[in-house]
């Protein structure tokens, strides 16, 4: 049997985009699954944010996507295609789990929560041809996990990544994780998490835990002692919280993650309005001292990028100008980001009364105002966030910001610190200057139409 595991692609309408420098991680991660429960499998792998996938010429027996909500008209259109030609889909991610009744109607069979498992049962059935309609893979103890297979892809990636658990503490408002992962955080055995980085082929990686440290400050300890002390010359960056940084053990915490190859932690500042924080349930996310929790980060050698969302309805223009400012008086980066209501979140149930109706899941991709606001149009808080963006990443203004990281994460600190923020500016600028020659077509266009009026 053949199987072809596709990760769609995250542009609007199914249009390829450039993609992530990284591989997508869970359909590595299931190639090494499949090779471990049933190795005579083979296995194909295509990333459609990378190259075009043209459903008539696969010769797959089954084909599995997996779903975030931005990919989730391209998957169910392609999944559609695929099943007219008589071939066996599956479909599971994020999406599918929240959404398992819509999701069901473009696939043999769906995943509800997580594979292991359940994986070589489904594997199973789709060669006796006899698919159950869902498969409920619960949340399983992170144990003896396979590898990640990194070999297969036709495109080529700059980052490796790793998991060193599934969940996160924090019950925010705006995020499915505490939902899709099970209300228990999980953790891997610390052995198996190094053993995996040491044996990889990569040398730079994304850890892709939601909170890289904020899971358990004492046992992060043991595992970046644990890194430190057996994996050499590789480095990484992930997410995190920002009260972990304020917890008693900080400093050493910090120290350790340096040593373990940590340069740059993108932190969830969330938000600059208190009361959109109050809205998301993040406040306790932040501590007391937010702005000098950054300044220790960077002491110790490692970059900072805030996670900042704005435009939701708690929102005002000033939160938007806010970010420009609070980057130039840290001189510091920020990644801002549309406040979206992803299905199966609490926000979404909070904002269903003011979502735009007739939109595809494809505008849900953290750049397009899906829903009402009091004061603001969807059009003025797209133009904002699109302007600020670009703003953010001039390269004078990135050069100044990497002189603020410590010299204790030289020469990878800064060099990441650049990896990160150049693509970032050269895409944002690409952005705006494709908007604004939109823009500029349409006015030429509405003035051709009105100069061709009788009388004009």
Partial sequence: MKLLLISPPFGKKGQMS???????????????????????????????????????????????????????????????????????????????????????????????????????????????????????????????????????????????????????????SFCSVHKFFGGKVRMRPIDEVVREVAESRWRLFWGIDDNIWGVNVKRSIELYREMSANIRGKWWFGSGDIVSVQHPRSDELLKYARKAGLTAVLLGWESNNLRSLEEYRAVNK????????????????????????????????????????????????????????????????LYKDYIIPGLDWDNYDGNTAVFDH?????????????????EIFTIPKILQRIMQVSWRGFPMSHITSWMIQYPQGRAFKEFARQRDKLRKARTAESKGILDKRPGI
């Fill in 286 to 349: 932040q501590g007391r001292e937010r702005r000098d929790a950054i300044k220790k980060i960077r002491d110790h050698g490692i970059e900072v990028m805030l996670f900042i969302m704005v435009g939701g309805r708690q929102d005002v223009r000033e939160d938007f100008e806010g970010i420009l400012r609070l980057c130039d008086e840290l001189k510091i980066s920020a990644h801002p980001v549309m406040t979206t209501p992803f299905p199966g979140t609490e926000l979404y149930d």
């Fill in 374 to 390: 009091p004061t603001m149009s969807t059009q003025e808080r797209e133009d904002l966030l699109i302007d600020i963006r670009a």
């Fill in 18 to 172: 450039k993609g992530l420098p990284i591989a997508p991680p869970v359909l590595e991660y299931l190639t090494g699954l499949t090779r471990k429960v049933r190795p005579d499998i083979k296995v194909e792998l295509v990333d459609a944010n990378k190259e075009p996938f043209n459903p008539e010429e696969t010769d797959a027996d089954l084909v599995g996507f997996t779903v975030l909500t931005p990919q989730a008209p391209w998957a169910y259109r392609t999944a559609d295609r695929l099943r007219k030609m008589g071939k066996k889909v599956v479909m599971g991610g994020i999406h599918v789990t929240a959404l398992p009744e819509e999701a069901k109607t473009h696939a043999d069979a769906i995943v509800y929560g997580e594979a292991e498992t359940i994986w070589e049962e489904l594997l199973n059935d789709a060669e006796r041809d006899s698919l159950k309609p869902l498969y409920n893979g619960g949340f399983p103890e992170l144990l003896n996990l396979p590898q990640p297979v990194t070999d297969l892809w036709k495109t080529r990636y700059v980052y490796g990544y790793f998991q060193t658990s599934r969940g996160c503490p924090h019950r925010c």
